[in-house]
């Protein structure tokens, strides 16, 4: 009797490592060609999620608790909240679960043995009174509009982050859902915040004279910090975090967006959605939209751009991802072809996912390249080279990433159609190219052999970032806060390399770098009407490019002047809005250098490179780059 005890004590605990993939195309193989020294980094390394080929994740390697049962600390069994095996109810239910299986014959209710009821009611009466006086009122936009901005919230956003789904959304505002939940209603006056700041209606405008305060009205009706915690949270309420979030972003406070990041992880985690389910699980339409929620995205933006630590991480996440299904297929009256995507017809969802395993990798950087000295210690980061040895694994990841991207959202398919996969394939580039510049962005002001190359990777990112924007100035990809983000990371880029030049006295392009820069500023200063964080890049970017006296082609001599002349004032955030000037780009030309290089030439250079690419044949490769011959061969002399 003891060793059965003892077998089914010890053989739930026994935790599986999981076996290495070896087609698994992202960072579950970081660290492969660090030293045995590196232990931990490897074992970080292959403990993130494993994307492989057919897209589901690799095993859990821990069995966590729904609340049911003995656990069942909420009465109300439709909410249900997880605890991980390392809670102190893990073992009161293993406990529970041996008493069970020992006192079957017995069939003992436990639940009416000792829940008593005044501490286990999921509100107490009081609590509920005070839970009901704060239920809020909600005044809709006017069908009409709402219903407008609905629809342009669908085909602006929800292509890129799908946090909503289509019918279902539609179906239950077409049946007044959002009268009576005030849940669902907080979802709808977000979208239609967001929707307003792609429409022209000017009944968008909470104040008549100022677009930046487009949806205002509505967002401000919503409580973005619940006051009452005693509740689970909802499904309604994760698609709540989401959308607050990305509306802050283009508030003057964007940073607040970062707190509510947390909170939304938190909620997700209390409801388990960071784990995987069971084999065989059978996905309901509720649960399929929460592993929509692009929280775990958010995070990694915010985290990266005000560099702070994230929510969470990779390594603690195991759910499977979402079903590359279109909305339209998720129901089906044969319920074997319920979320099942035609055959050879591509799915909208599919970018969400590619961008979720990109996520992976800005991750992966976030815990390396850009953690404390005590985290680095702990993950054996140590030695002099184990940051180009760490952008080596993250280059080759992200050279397996674009590799992998699907036909319909590669550059070439992108730049000549049009329509959604053109803009979802413009904005995984952009991401792209934005996180290159973030991994390599450390070597450019450390003394290192690393900083030539790197310097050329964050230029070719930045100029290949500048292209894809100008490719679609006219979509809606240009105001999603990722693509803002990118294209002020590669103007300060381009930026840094001209005063660098200027500085050092090399000869390089400037004429190309200056319109590369414009591009850039036409792109936010297209959004900024309507974004505050827009504006501010454009401010500050000028900022920077304000006394570099290298007027472009197209750039009067009287409009440089005034652009130069700028002053103070009318950069600050608080100063009247400013008649900006930016230079005509000859688009002809521009397109013609297009189709000519490529959409997204960097790209194609970097991805082919082989493993074993010496520092010796990277500057002979710069050297043969338009324009920036001979200064090389001096700095290759100062390094070697």
């Known amino acids: 009797m003891s060793e059965q005890l003892q077998g089914k004590i010890g053989n739930d605990d026994t935790e599986q490592v999981p076996q290495e993939d070896p087609s698994a195309p992202l960072i579950s193989r970081l660290g492969s060609t660090l030293s045995d020294s590196s232990s931990t980094y490897n074992m970080l390394s292959a403990g993130l999620p494993t994307i492989t080929s057919n897209g589901s994740t690799t095993p859990s390697d821990g069995d966590g608790i729904i609340s049911n049962g003995l656990l069942d600390l909420y009465s109300d069994p439709i909410h249900t909240r997880f605890f991980g095996p390392s809670s102190g109810f893990a073992l009161m239910k293993k406990t529970y679960d041996l008493k069970s299986e020992v006192m079957s014959e017995q069939n003992i209710p436990l639940h009416a043995l000792f829940q008593r009821p005044e501490y286990w009611l999921q509100v107490q009466p009081w609590e509920r009174a005070s839970r009901d006086q704060q239920i809020p009122k ?8 709402m219903l407008s901005l609905v629809s342009l919230y669908l085909v602006s956003v929800n292509i890129f982050f799908p946090i909503i789904h289509t019918p279902t959304f539609q179906q239950a505002i077409a049946e007044g859902v959002h009268f009576r939940d005030q849940h ?5 006056l977000l979208v239609c915040a967001i929707g307003s700041r792609y429409s022209t209606d000017p009944r968008v405008l909470h104040v008549p004279d100022s677009e930046l305060s487009s949806g205002h009205q509505w967002f401000a009706q919503v ?14 309420e994760l698609q709540q975090c989401c959308l607050s979030i990305l509306y802050l972003i283009g508030t003057p406070e964007p940073s607040q967006s970062w707190i509510l990041v947390v909170l939304g992880i938190r909620f997700s985690c209390e409801l388990g959605l960071h784990r995987r389910k069971p084999d065989g699980h059978k996905w309901t339409f509720e649960e399929e939209q929460a592993k929509r929620v692009v929280l775990v995205t958010l995070d990694k933006l915010t985290a990266s751009f005000l560099g702070r630590p994230p929510a969470i991480h990779d390594e603690d996440i195991d759910a499977d991802l979402p079903i590359q299904c279109d909305d339209e297929y998720w129901e089906n009256t044969n319920r074997s072809l319920a979320f099942k995507q035609p055959a050879g017809k591509p799915s909208v969802i599919t970018a969400f996912v590619s961008y979720l395993r990109l996520c992976d990798i800005l991750d992966f950087a976030l815990r390396t390249l850009y953690s404390t000295k005590k985290s680095q210690l702990l993950l054996g980061l140590v030695g002099q080279d184990w940051r180009e040895r760490v952008v080596y694994d993250l280059d080759s990841s992200l050279n397996e990433w674009i590799s992998s991207l699907p036909p319909h959202l590669r550059s070439e398919s992108g730049r000549q159609r049009e329509g959604v996969f053109a803009m979802q394939s413009a904005f995984l580039y952009t991401a792209y190219y934005h996180l290159q510049i973030y991994v390599h962005r450390p070597f450019l002001s450390r003394p290192s052999s690393r900083a030539l190359p790197s310097l050329s990777v964050c230029m070719t990112a ?8 100008d490719c679609q100035q006219n979509g809606s990809v240009a105001s ?26 090399t000869e390089i392009d400037q004429h190309k770098e200056i319109q590369n820069i414009w591009i850039l500023l036409g792109v936010l200063e297209a959004q900024e009407a309507k974004s505050a964080s827009a504006g501010r890049f454009w401010d500050m970017l000028m900022e920077l490019k304000r006394g570099y006296d290298h007027p472009t082609a197209e750039t009067s001599a009287d409009e440089v002047q005034e652009m130069n002349s700028l002053d103070d004032t009318h950069l600050g955030p608080q100063g009247p809005p400013i ?10 030309e521009h397109r013609e250098h297009l189709t000519t290089n490529r959409f997204g030439h960097g790209m194609d250079v970097w991805s082919i490179a082989p493993p074993g690419f010496t520092y010796d044949e990277w500057v002979n490769y710069i050297e043969n780059m338009s324009g920036m011959g001979g200064s090389f061969e001096q700095e290759k002399a100062v390094l070697s």
């Not at 909600?138 to 509009?145: G, I, K």
């Not at 669902?184 to 709808?188: D, I, N, R």
């Not at 409580?223 to 309604?236: F, K």
């Not at 806060?481 to 500085?503: D, I």
Request: aromatic letters at 12%; proline letters at 4%; hydrophobic letters at 40%.
């Open 138 to 145: 909600y005044n809709f936009p006017e069908t009409s509009l």
């Open 462 to 469: 930045a100029r290949s970032c500048a292209r894809v924007l």
């Open 184 to 188: 669902f209603g907080a979802t709808v």
């Open 223 to 236: 409580r973005t910090l619940r006051q009452s915690l005693l509740e689970v949270p909802s499904l309604y």
């Open 579 to 588: 008649g900006k000037k930016t230079s005509s780009i000859d688009k002809t």
């Open 480 to 505: 999603l806060p990722h693509t803002q983000y990118a294209a002020f990371a590669a103007g300060v880029v381009l930026l840094f390399n001209l005063w660098a030049s200027k500085r050092a006295g």
